[in-house]
């Protein structure tokens, strides 16, 4: 009882003030000191509610109880993680908008660094390479022991970054880095969605528990054992990886189709 009072009451304040920080300082930002920018124009609605909703979204994976959970359910954890890098980093992405990027970035970070951290092929490669390294066995107890809390917190950060330098190819704020066409992009996305089936079919088909961690983690709901919650937890990074690729694909044919359309309409 006094697991799930605390759960109930798992909402951080400070994750929420920083989320408010960030919200009201991006509003002044792109709404009355825009003009002070180089190349600085008002942002569309569109463009700060996704970048609101992104930033919400975070402080949901992060400051409520879903992140209470986290630290008991297999579950839980997977649901936090699935937000942070399937959700969050694109909305975010879409919410920048060029001049923003640009003055967060210097010209040559630009024009020397950036172009190999968001080369596609290595942020597909090290995004995936580190995401299913963090679950093997080993190293995911060792992680989730709460031993080294220090280590938690950075392999989850370098992972965020991962996503976001992932999803960058996709949602991309600066036109000089956006190097995929249309069709290349589709075909980015789905390479994204085949190199995660290894680690999410050995959580869902496993018929034991393959965390140590699992075995000793508390039991919130009694009828959902830990095998079901390893599965669970599993089935739901599928989910929200395939549904955000979904929508991704949907989008990118949208623009490539609204594009052809204008070139035709133009012609």
Not at 53 to 59: A, H, R, Y
Not at 186 to 211: E, K, Q, R, S
Request: charged share 15%.
């Amino acid at each position: 009882m006094s697991s799930m009072m605390s759960i109930l009451h798992g909402w951080e304040l400070k994750t929420w003030i920083i989320a408010l920080i960030v919200i009201v300082s991006y509003l002044l930002l792109t709404g009355h000191y825009y003009a002070n920018f180089k190349e600085g124009m008002r942002v569309s609605s569109k463009q700060k509610f996704y970048f609101i909703v992104g930033i919400i979204t975070g402080g949901l994976a992060l400051g409520s109880p879903i992140s209470m959970l986290a630290h008991h359910m297999f579950s839980a954890h997977m649901l936090q993680q699935s937000i942070l890098y399937f959700v969050v980093p694109p909305l975010l992405w879409m919410g920048i908008p060029t001049w923003l990027f640009r003055a967060m970035c210097s010209e040559k970070i630009r024009k020397l660094v950036l172009p190999v951290m968001t080369n596609a092929l290595v942020s597909v490669v090290v995004f995936n390479v580190l995401l299913s390294f963090y679950h093997f066995p080993i190293i995911y107890d060792v992680i989730m022991s709460g031993e080294h809390p220090m280590v938690m917190y950075i392999s989850h950060v370098i992972l965020f970054f991962s996503a976001m330098l992932m999803w960058f190819a996709v949602t991309c704020p600066e036109p000089e880095l956006d190097r995929l066409n249309h069709l290349k992009k589709i075909g980015y996305v789905v390479l994204n969605g085949l190199l995660l089936y290894p680690a999410c079919a050995l959580m869902i088909f496993a018929d034991d528990l393959i965390y140590s961690s699992t075995k000793e983690a508390h039991q919130i709901f009694s009828f959902l054992t830990p095998l079901a919650d390893q599965q669970l937890g599993g089935i739901i990074m599928k989910i929200f990886q395939e549904g955000a690729f979904a929508v991704a694909i949907g989008g990118i044919i949208f623009s490539w189709y609204r594009i052809e359309r204008s070139e035709e309409t133009e012609e």
